[in-house]
């Protein structure tokens, strides 16, 4: 008892840095008494009836917590594979996996474990019981998100976005199953994410597949720069190609920047992938994602990976779909077009507008474009709050982009350009320029011959 790591039988799945890390968290790294309770390091921010699941899973038959069982438990959940998970899913409910589970038990498992995760991504070392009316509530919208696939198998996000779950259901292992791998990974990753910061090893073994992160790992400050909540986060960046996850960039906020379209414009041109997140006065939220730039135009452009999503009241994400390309569109200042920020739909029927005259926006009630339903609580809103995050790195700019002639210009580009702190120059000053240089340097070589 006095030294158990020395005689500990190493689970198989489990490298050199594991079980370092794994040893640094427990307890006397296993050489002392086993303990009884998880009641050290990040499991404390666990809720007490998933914290008492956990600790008969990990004791022995006399209630002892020894570090073989421990990193037995480690090695299973967090690098074997997903029906590994699921059975854990299962003894967390504490019910064997010939067993049926009810969907308002796993309603609430995984509502917990967001919030475990949110107070693990803000960097809470304990549980907080008072972890706050909106924080949870959004957890619970999360949560029935994740679920939908499950509780209404038939229904698309758009019929459903206005339904509560009414029945309970009974779910046998091999549905858990299907729904956790093949319709909803993300429940996956959230596990995934608050046991290994929990047990103190990262989600990526250096031996195994490299997962992409949860949230963004740069860039994004909850409680500083943002009103997202980690949860609308998590949602969000599940939804993006692994490659564009682990950086955020601020490009516009409201409140920051100021309630201005042109300020709004000027700060998102040609900045890359994006989100556009709108915050209208009825308590609603939503927006959409742009896989390419936003430039100014008279044209939709864009591709099918652009998405319309709704976070409030329930978070959704509503994808392309084959009607039309009519993606994303922005102009400014034209006496024929619409002048504003849109997505899908067609002119003056947008998925999501947001007029030129900052303040005023419109969802139409529905979008050949996307799979939306109506975004906003009314069809014409009021906005209360914008913000627009790059995602992945900013796209490097053309050098002859910088250097284009300001003729080459349309007066309403130049106009933005100019808010975003650009200098152009005519193509005779820039000539002349040129020549001036060719001369000074003809001039240096006869001197030095």
């Known amino acids: 008892m006095g030294n158990e ?10 490298t050199a840095e594991d079980i370092k890390g794994l040893r640094a968290g427990f307890p006397g790294g296993g050489n002392g008494p086993p303990p009884a309770h998880l009641d050290w390091g990040h499991w404390t921010c666990w ?5 008492a699941g956990l600790e008969k899973i990990m004791s022995t038959e006399v209630g002892h917590i020894t570090f073989h069982s421990y990193q037995e438990v480690s090695g299973n959940v967090i690098r074997g594979q997903s029906d590994a998970r699921v059975k854990f899913l299962f003894r967390l409910l504490d019910r064997p996996v010939d067993k049926t589970i009810t969907s308002t038990d796993l309603f609430q498992l995984i509502t917990h474990l967001v919030d475990t995760a949110v107070q693990l991504i803000l960097g ?19 949560a029935e998100s994740l679920m939908h696939e499950l509780v209404f198998p038939k229904d698309s996000p758009k019929s459903s976005l206005h ?13 858990v199953e299907r729904w956790l791998v093949m319709k909803c990974p993300l429940v996956d990753e959230i596990l995934l994410f608050t046991l290994a910061k929990s047990f103190g090893i990262p989600v990526n073994s250096s031996a195994g597949m490299k997962r992409p992160p949860l949230v963004p790992l740069r860039g994004l400050e909850f409680k500083s720069n943002t009103w997202l909540q980690p949860q609308e ?9 692994g490659d564009l996850r682990g950086l955020w960039r601020p490009l516009f906020n ?3 920047h100021g309630e201005s379209f042109s300020k709004l414009a000027g700060a998102i041109l040609k900045k890359g992938a994006n989100f556009v997140i709108v915050w209208e006065k009825n308590g609603y939220c939503f927006g959409g994602y742009v896989s390419s730039s936003w430039n100014l135009g008279p044209k939709f452009v864009g591709d099918n990976s652009c998405f319309l999503f709704s976070l409030l009241p329930k ?17 400014l200042k034209q006496k024929t077009l619409p002048n504003g920020l849109g997505m899908g739909g067609q002119f003056d029927f947008f998925g999501l507008w947001i007029d030129s005259e900052y303040g005023k926006g419109r969802c139409a009630p529905s979008c050949s474009s996307y799979t939306s339903p109506q975004l906003s609580k009314e069809e014409q809103f009021q906005i209360e709050h914008i913000e627009v995050w790059g995602v992945g790195e900013e796209p ?25 702190g650009k200098t152009y120059v005519s193509k005779d000053m820039k000539a002349a320029d040129e020549q001036l240089a060719k001369e000074r340097a003809n001039q240096e070589r006869s001197q030095t011959s």
């Open 5 to 14: 790591t020395s005689s500990v039988k190493i689970h198989s799945l489990l």
């Open 124 to 142: 809470e070392d304990h549980a907080q019981p008072d972890i706050g009316v909106q924080t949870r509530e959004t957890s619970r919208v999360l």
């Open 233 to 241: 986060v998590i949602f969000l960046n599940a939804n993006l190609t």
């Open 163 to 175: 339904r509560k779950f009414s029945e309970d259901l009974y779910l046998d292992f091999d549905m």
């Open 254 to 256: 409201s409140r920051i």
């Open 47 to 51: 809720p007490a009836e998933e914290k």
């Open 396 to 420: 490097i700019e053309d050098e002859d982009e910088n250097t284009r002639s300001v003729f080459d210009m349309d007066p309403e580009t130049q106009a933005v350009m100019e808010m975003m």
């Open 315 to 331: 978070m959704f994400h509503y994808e392309a779909t084959r009607f039309n390309t009519n993606y994303m569109y922005m102009n």
